[in-house]
């Protein structure tokens, strides 16, 4: 059973902090390339951030570069998403994603089911 749950979520004030987690199983997650992706109401889904699977070389969507800090402890098979400096603007949706091969060569993309950001006074 493959699954990406999500967690920490919540409310915070605009500057504050928030750490989310992303705890896989059923799967190799090593093997995957991990990030996360979020959706604003009325907005589409955009990638925030993501790493690579052997180097953890690191990428993000330049409104949170500075910001926000994607890692990963395979060891944990989980995947962190340090969310510093919050605003607004970065109220949405947030999900976890993975993607990889199995052993066997299979072409895999996993989602969990989100975890919600709110950043208001």
């Known amino acids: 059973q493959v699954q990406l749950v999500e967690s920490g979520g919540g409310l915070v004030q605009p500057g504050g902090s928030l750490r989310l987690s992303c705890a896989a199983s059923?799967?190799?997650?090593?093997?995957?390339?991990t990030s996360w992706y979020r959706q604003a109401p009325g907005k589409e889904r955009e990638l925030v951030a993501s790493?690579?699977?052997?180097?953890?070389?690191?990428n993000y969507v330049d409104s949170v570069k500075g910001r926000f800090t994607i890692s990963r402890d395979n060891a944990k098979n989980t995947v962190y998403l340090q969310m510093n400096t919050l605003k607004p603007e970065d109220t949405a949706v947030y999900y976890c994603?993975?993607?990889?091969?199995?052993?066997?060569?299979?072409?895999?993309?996993?989602w969990g089911q989100g975890t919600q950001v709110t950043v208001s006074s």
């Open positions: 790493i690579t699977s052997i180097s953890s070389s690191t």
């Open positions: 059923g799967f190799t997650f090593s093997r995957y390339a």
């Open positions: 994603n993975a993607k990889g091969r199995s052993q066997i060569g299979v072409r895999n993309d996993y």
